[in-house]
Structures are given as structure tokens and as C-alpha cells.
């Protein structure tokens, strides 16, 4: 089964709009982290958010919010007033256990930023 | 302060050859982790070495080893090349496996064509 599933191959948002990219998550593992990544054309993995299996609140980073729901296991990015420089490829990364370092992605969105 | 860097960012090969591939952590990050991403099988987790010591290892051939050094840089070798092993291979650090939050910060990639 997939550890990470990103059911939305590709996007197209208008300019300044809000735009929510999904993932679900299974594990069975009680402590785990998801993180989000975006890649942009040049290959580099910029890490965008991190939320963690016991984090009561969801986490935020700027114009980056994580919607996390625990009893349905999803953990959705939210951008809010998405701009042109957002297009990109965004990934849903998971680790579960503490001490380890492997991160299981997801098989990505591909975001596209329409002016 | 410097992010990860990845040496060299793009290599040609040949099929049976083998290469080398390397990566300098962010300053003061121990642990060192590298994954392969295709088109096909989307981010898939290699190795990860920590205080010189591999610690976990992904699913795949022992044609693919890796080692990190006392100063935490880490090489990745891949022996007798396959037209399969095209991939960008991506080294992540991060300050070591102190708990489930250690966020990965990732390098440009290395593109890697076997011919």
C-alpha cells in the first residue's frame, strides 16, 4: 500500500487565488512527521512546512499552511495568494519513528500559476 | 550560511562504467541522506550515513554504496552503470537523527544520463 498518496497529478490556479494540494498518509507508526517540499525546474528539494504526529495546532510558514487531520490521516498544503514564482512541483514527505532519517514522498503535484 | 552542495550537478556516462557522486552538508549537519528520482519510480530513498556510519539503507542493488567522511561529507558510488540508473540523485542533510522534527535540507542534484 502507498505510504503517501498525492491524488492530484497537476493544477492550474489563478493568480493570487488560495490553492489547497492533498495528501493522505498511512502508518501505523504513532510518532510521525510530514513535511512538504517544492521542486521547481531547476531540481532542488526546498523544504516548505513540517507537522508532527503530536502538534495540537496545525503548523504555518508565512503564506504556507499545513491542514492537518489526524483521525482521517491527511495532511494538506494550503497556499494562500498564490503568485507566478509558485509554480512548481510540490511533494508530501513522511518519517516515521524518531531516528530515522528516510523520507517516503509521495508522487507529487505539479502546480502551475496562471497570471 | 551555505547550503548543501552536490558535485558535479550533471555527468554523462556510458553503461558498465561506474561513477561517483558527491555531497557537502550544510555546516554543523552530521547526517547525510541520498535518494534517486526517475520519471518512473518517482523519490525513492538510497542510504543515509550518520557519523560516518551507514545507519539505513534504501531497496537497491549493492551496485550502489555509499560512505561519509569525519568531516560529514558524503560520496555515493553506483558500479557497472545501467540505462536504468538515469536519475537526478539528491543528497539531504540535516543535523542528525535527534528526533522525529530534523528536517532534511536538500542539494541542487546531481543529473546523471547513462548512455
Known amino acids: 500500500a502507498q505510504k503517501i498518496t498525492q491524488t492530484q497529478p497537476g493544477m492550474f490556479v489563478q493568480e493570487k487565488e488560495a490553492v489547497t494540494l492533498d495528501c493522505t498518509y498511512d502508518t501505523s507508526d504513532p510518532s510521525y512527521g510530514l513535511f512538504w517540499y517544492k521542486q521547481p525546474s531547476s531540481g532542488e528539494m526546498i523544504f516548505l512546512i513540517y507537522q508532527g504526529s503530536y502538534d495540537q495546532q496545525n503548523a504555518t510558514e508565512g503564506r504556507y499552511s499545513l491542514n492537518f487531520q489526524k483521525a482521517r490521516k491527511s495532511a494538506n498544503l494550503v497556499i494562500s495568494a498564490s503568485q507566478l514564482g509558485d509554480s512548481a512541483m510540490y511533494f508530501c514527505?513522511?518519517?516515521?519513528?524518531?531516528?530515522?532519517?528516510?523520507?517516503?514522498f509521495g508522487t507529487g503535484t505539479r502546480l502551475t500559476i496562471i497570471p | 550560511k551555505a547550503g548543501v552542495t552536490q558535485t558535479p550537478r550533471y555527468l554523462i556516462k556510458t553503461r558498465g562504467q561506474q561513477v561517483t557522486l558527491s555531497c557537502s552538508p550544510i555546516?554543523?549537519?552530521?547526517?547525510v541522506s541520498w535518494y534517486q528520482q526517475t520519471p518512473g519510480q518517482g523519490l525513492q530513498f538510497l542510504f543515509e550515513y550518520f557519523s560516518e556510519t551507514q545507519r539505513n539503507k534504501g531497496n537497491f542493488p549493492g551496485r550502489f554504496s555509499g560512505r561519509q567522511f569525519s568531516n560529514s561529507r558524503s560520496e555515493m558510488n553506483v558500479s557497472t552503470l545501467e540505462l536504468g540508473d538515469s536519475a537526478l540523485y539528491l543528497c539531504?542533510?540535516?543535523?542528525?537523527?535527534?528526533?522525529?522534527?530534523?528536517?532534511?535540507?536538500f542539494g541542487p542534484g546531481t543529473r546523471l544520463l547513462v548512455l
Open positions: 555546516s554543523g549537519h552530521r547526517s
Open positions: 514527505a513522511m518519517r516515521e519513528g524518531s531516528g530515522n532519517e528516510k523520507l517516503t
Open positions: 539531504a542533510s540535516s543535523l542528525g537523527p535527534d528526533g522525529i522534527q530534523e528536517t532534511q535540507y
